[in-house]
T-cell receptor, first 113, second 111 residues
């Protein structure tokens, strides 16, 4: 079955430190990969996507993600975390030849001052 | 630019009651989606519409029906609500290979 895994329910980092939110997927072929952020009581907001090309993708708010085909991973990163980055982050995968997006269960990022 | 608009934002139902969640997008997208979000389970796809006039079941379609009324609107109906359908429901739209744009959510409680 096609799936997306975010192995950490919560990630805690200090403000100014680098952050990584992990995502691995089990989907055949070369899927499209996405990261979304959700603030409390809000809808999901698009951060970035990987379709093809450079394995390092840059997105909104200083976030970037690294695609690793051999490890089927797409980890979200930011060089210097802000308290305002605290939110719920979702990784998502769109298998080829389908319009459907499969989401991971989400990772709560807590950035402390 | 409104994006994706969902109504109502909040609803409380009794078991067995019916209701329809409305969704409209103004981005001229072909694809529209209904997801539900439950704690610890991420977002699960209920139904999907690739284009006007087509719908397809997602991961958790039981207990729901959908209508793609036109290119802009995609409604989700609960014919006989159950407590297991207490959730936050999100509508989204996209182009076929692009990112999804989400509404702000509809919080449904079934007593």
């Amino acid at each position: 079955a096609q799936s997306v895994a975010q192995p950490e329910d919560q990630v805690n980092v200090a403000e100014g430190n680098p952050l990584t939110v992990k995502c691995t997927y089990s989907v055949s072929g070369n899927p499209y990969l996405f990261w979304y952020v959700q603030y409390p009581n809000r809808g999901l907001q698009f951060l970035l996507k990987y379709i093809t090309g450079d394995n390092l993708v840059k997105g909104s708010y200083g976030f970037e993600a690294e695609f690793n085909k051999s490890q089927t991973s797409f980890h979200l990163k930011k060089p210097s975390a802000l308290v305002s980055d605290s939110a719920l982050y979702f990784c998502a995968v769109r298998p080829l030849n389908t319009g459907k997006l499969i989401f991971g269960q989400g990772t709560t990022l807590q950035v402390k001052p | 630019n409104a994006g994706v608009t969902q109504t109502p934002k909040f609803q409380v139902l009794k078991t067995g009651q019916s209701m329809t969640l409305q969704c409209a997008q103004d981005m001229n997208h072909n694809s529209m989606y209904w997801y539900r979000q439950d704690p610890g389970m991420g977002l699960r796809l209920i139904y999907y519409s690739a284009s006007e006039g087509t719908t397809d079941k997602g991961e958790v379609p039981n207990g729901y029906n959908v209508s793609r009324l036109n290119k802009r609107e995609f409604s989700l109906r609960l014919e006989s609500a159950a407590p297991s359908q207490t959730s936050v429901y999100f509508c989204a739209s996209s182009e076929p290979t692009g990112e999804l744009f989400f509404g702000e959510g509809s919080r449904l409680t079934v007593l």
